[in-house]
């Protein structure tokens, strides 16, 4: 990051997030941010560097030594998918580059000559190991668009997120407290202990066309799958749907999935395609939201949200 | 299509229908063994899935106005 102003001296501004706030696109994570910062205060990084506290000359060496450290330290934490370079919703906000990609992926949807608002839910399953939180699934609960290209593109665009576990634990702590999870996502994914992080709205206007996306960030504990190598602010790269594909009897960890249609399928083996999905939809919500002994709205959103996901 | 006006007076009537169904759930519940409550849940399932995705849906489709909160 400094390494065209080596030959400056350098001081180590150690500044937790906690006394300076970085704005929303940057990350909350709680380890202290390392900034290198040039001589007199220049700006080396993207934030103003301030006079040492003290007031005393600096020590190029000593300090040098210490930059140099800590900006491997800090490298190391980028490499491990740590605090460097992390995306995650902050001050109830979604991360910009989350929300440009919904940008993008609203102008491949309608253009209305008239104001038309379009509203969609997505919950995001967050899974953790030691040392870091990350989204490993997001599904589409709720849509009014009704168009799959633009819906599956925002999902994508929602997938990849991913922040340190402290960070994930602080903001659990400070102002997420944990609530029930809505019953028809819980379901979508078996019966492992959830909780409600927090939910975010951003709207994306694109033309006439205003859509509203609502997400619900849910963490589950005691499920744990292998962490993504995608990152949300790399190249789009086609991200194929978590969503297990199952033809036989649906259980009560797994969305039922009917046969993919091709894109030539004739109306009848649509229809009784589509026929297939609902029973096995109805089972499905069923068994793990009516016995649960939860009803409305959760037994209908859980089977709109089932037959959306295949397609009827 | 149905008609706004027959949409209008078979609604109430639809919906209240679905939520007594839901309300038998409890009561099944609280009188009977689990097995029992399993079998009971899956029958009652299928009219409520049924009664929500053939019936009332199209409804809605046509007539957005006419949805109860609780089915939003």
């Not at chain 1, 102002?175 to 709205?201: C, K, N």
């Not at chain 1, 996306?213 to 963490?219: D, G, L």
């Not at chain 2, 706004?4 to 309300?23: G, I, Q, S, W």
Request: aromatic share 6%; charged share 25%; hydrophobic share 40%.
């Amino acid at each position: 990051m400094a390494s065209h102003k080596k030959n400056r001296p350098i001081r180590v501004d150690r500044t937790p997030k906690s006394r300076k706030s970085h704005g929303p696109q940057k990350s909350s994570c709680a380890t202290p941010r390392f900034l290198i910062c040039g001589h007199k205060g220049r700006r080396v990084s993207n934030v103003t560097c301030q006079k040492s506290p003290r007031g005393k000359k600096n020590k190029p060496a000593y300090l040098g030594a210490l930059g140099l450290t800590l900006a491997a330290v800090y490298t190391f934490m980028a490499a491990l998918g740590g605090c460097g370079g992390t995306t995650w919703p902050t001050h109830g906000k979604l991360p910009d580059g989350v929300v440009a990609r919904l940008h993008e992926c609203g102008k491949k949807g309608p253009t209305p000559l008239t104001k038309v608002n379009f509203d969609l839910t997505y919950t995001l399953h967050v899974a953790e190991d030691d040392r870091e939180a990350w989204v490993d699934e997001v599904m589409l609960i709720n849509s009014t668009l009704n168009i799959p290209e633009v819906e599956s593109c925002m999902a994508d665009a929602l997938r990849g997120m991913r922040t340190p576990l402290e960070a994930l634990a602080l903001r659990q702590h400070k102002g997420f407290d944990p609530v029930p999870v809505a019953p028809h996502s819980r379901a979508l994914l078996g019966q492992a202990q959830a909780i409600q992080l927090m939910e975010l709205m951003v709207l994306i206007g694109v033309g006439y066309a205003l859509y509203t996306v609502y997400v619900h960030v849910i963490v589950d504990k005691g499920r744990s799958k292998p962490k993504p190598t995608t990152v949300i602010d790399a190249p789009a790269e086609p991200v194929v749907t978590a969503m297990p594909m199952a033809t036989v009897a649906p259980t009560a960890t797994t969305v039922p999935m009917v046969t993919v249609a091709p894109t030539t399928v004739p109306a009848v083996e649509e229809r009784d395609r589509c026929k297939k999905a609902k029973d096995d939809c109805i089972k499905y919500c069923a068994k793990s939201v009516l016995e649960k002994g939860i009803h409305e709205p959760e037994f209908s959103r859980c089977l709109r949200a089932c037959m959306a996901k295949n397609g009827c | 299509m149905m008609e706004r006006e027959t949409a209008l007076k078979v609604n109430p009537m639809l919906v209240d229908c679905y939520f007594k169904l839901h309300e038998t759930i409890d009561i099944v519940r609280q009188n009977s063994n689990e097995e029992e409550f399993q079998a009971y849940c899956a029958a009652v399932g299928k009219v409520l899935g049924y009664l929500l995705l053939d019936v009332l849906e199209p409804i809605y489709a046509q007539n957005s106005d006419l949805r109860p909160d609780l089915l939003k």
